[in-house]
Every structure is written in C-alpha cells, then in structure tokens.
C-alpha cells in the first residue's frame, strides 16, 4: 500500500501538531478512550520522541499501531482501538 493510502486509511484525526512529550500520547489516549473498539485514529505530531511514545503507548495499552511514517518533520500514526482494561471493565 502506498504511503498516500496508508496515510488517508483512518476514520478520525488527532493533530498534536507543535505539542511537546508527554501531550501527543495524553491527547491520544484521551481520544482512543472515547472511540469505539476497531475505529482507527490518526494521530500527527511533530516531537521526535512521538517516534518511542507512540508505539509503546499503543503497546502498554492494548491498541494496534497499524502504521507510521515521518514526512518532512512531521510523524503520522495510524492506530486501531483495542480492548483496553477500561473497555473490559464495562
């Protein structure tokens, strides 16, 4: 799949754009928290420690990174909402 289609393959955008660490993954984990199970969230910063965060937010929190990429200083990443201990406690 192209970096074109992978990048306009999400359901909702997050832009964290010209936030520093740790904002990017709070804002994200406010969002993924309230978005249905499969939905997939874009997420755009522009810190180059999203890079780490990112993947191991997803990772600690039981949400798939199903992509990311790095276009002119900008960071694009794709994430599916998981089940999240907060989901199963529903």
Known sequence: MSLEKNLA???????????LCPMPVLRARRKLSELSEGTILQVIASDE?????????????GHHLIFAAEEGGIYYFNIR???TKETKAD
């Open 81 to 83: 909402t998981g089940v």
């Open 9 to 19: 393959a999400y359901d909702t955008q997050l832009d964290t754009t010209g936030l």
């Open 49 to 61: 420690a999203s890079i780490h965060d990112m993947p191991a937010f997803c990772h600690m929190a």
